[in-house]
């Protein structure tokens, strides 16, 4: 039947077959899941969310925790909601909400089992959540885990080390946190002066944070947190928000965390400034300047908001706008 269908010009003459030929529609309709006739039901569930790469003798596997979705009106603080739903059509994404992927990394050092960033937890959007099924499916095991390093401590980047009732995830890693994310967030001063609808955030490090405090690690900017993986300074969405640079041999990866909170909006105008980063003229030149250093390299970068795998290069696109060119499928080992 797609033969017939090709002779007659293609995906082009696909539509009008349907339309005007009934027999044919009704000979396709067999051949899409769910339509009466179909041996088995559509499965209503997405296949399990984990991509290897490999960076020198590194294995980084990227673990999906599902997406989460916000309004879209007012998350552009400085450009009007038109432009911004014009540039989402641009990407083929709904127009009228931002989705905000989740994607974190498991490094394989060889050495060390390396976690940065760890998910929502059980305390995510409904549609979030899938991150500790993920990480099994790619064989991983939560006890075997070395060290947790946290990009910065917004909710969806910290919740899965410590779930609702209080437990602990990785029983036998160590948490290392960006020095200057601590000082802010745990300065109880600082606690004090934040605005109403921000103290629930406080209040979330403080419950993830609070019983492990005395055994937490606090890693300096420009400083490698563990061997082959540095700490680079990326300060705004957050004051101490850090991207991580991973480096085996001469091989080289830059895990940018939240640089941007969408890159099909923010890797294409970096100008633009989200309401959910904290210092949006500071993450506006942040973002310049990693994504300029990316683009140089041409090293392989990951986001943790970024369409899944949320892995892949980034290239110039026009002055002042670059593009996430996304990684091809590759064979580790
Ligand atoms: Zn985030």
Do not use: C
């Amino acid at each position: 039947m797609p033969a017939v269908i090709l002779q007659k010009g293609g995906i082009g003459g696909l539509g009008m077959n349907i339309t005007r030929r009934g027999a044919i529609g009704a000979g396709l309709a067999s051949l899409v899941p769910g339509v009466a006739g179909a041996a088995q039901p559509q499965a209503g569930v997405q296949a399990p969310g984990f991509f290897r790469s490999k960076v020198g003798a590194f294995e980084i596997t990227s673990i999906s925790d599902g997406a989460a979705y916000r309004p879209l009106d007012g998350f552009i603080k400085n450009t009007p909601v038109d432009e911004v739903r014009k540039v989402l059509g641009e990407a083929f994404m709904a127009q009228d909400q931002v989705t905000i992927p989740f994607t974190s990394l498991v490094v394989n050092t060889g050495k060390k089992l390396v976690l940065l960033d760890s998910g929502n937890g059980d305390l995510g959007a409904p549609t979030t959540g899938s991150w500790m099924a993920n990480f099994r499916a790619a064989g991983f095991d939560p006890a075997n885990v070395d060290a947790v390093i946290i990009s910065h401590f917004h909710g969806d980047h910290i919740n899965g080390t410590r779930l609702k009732d209080g437990r602990a995830v990785f029983p036998n890693a160590e948490v290392l946190v960006s020095a200057p994310e601590w000082d802010f967030w745990m300065d109880d001063g600082k606690m004090a002066q934040a605005p109403e609808g921000m103290k629930g955030a406080f209040q979330n490090v403080r419950r993830v944070f609070g019983p492990m405090a005395k055994d937490v690690t606090r890693y300096d900017w420009g400083k490698e947190i563990v061997p082959g993986i540095s700490a680079v300074a990326a300060p705004g969405h957050t004051p101490g928000h850090t991207v991580f640079a991973i480096q085996s041999g001469a091989a080289k990866f830059l895990m940018m965390s939240d640089l941007t909170n969408n890159t099909a909006l923010f890797v294409r105008r970096p100008d633009w400034q989200a309401i959910v980063d904290m210092d949006g003229e500071q993450a506006r030149q942040t973002r310049h300047r990693m994504l300029d250093v990316a683009a140089s390299e041409k090293m392989q970068v990951a986001f943790y908001h970024a369409p899944f795998p949320a892995t892949g290069h980034i290239a110039r696109d026009g002055a002042g706008s670059y593009q996430l060119v996304p990684a091809m499928w590759q064979m580790p080992g």
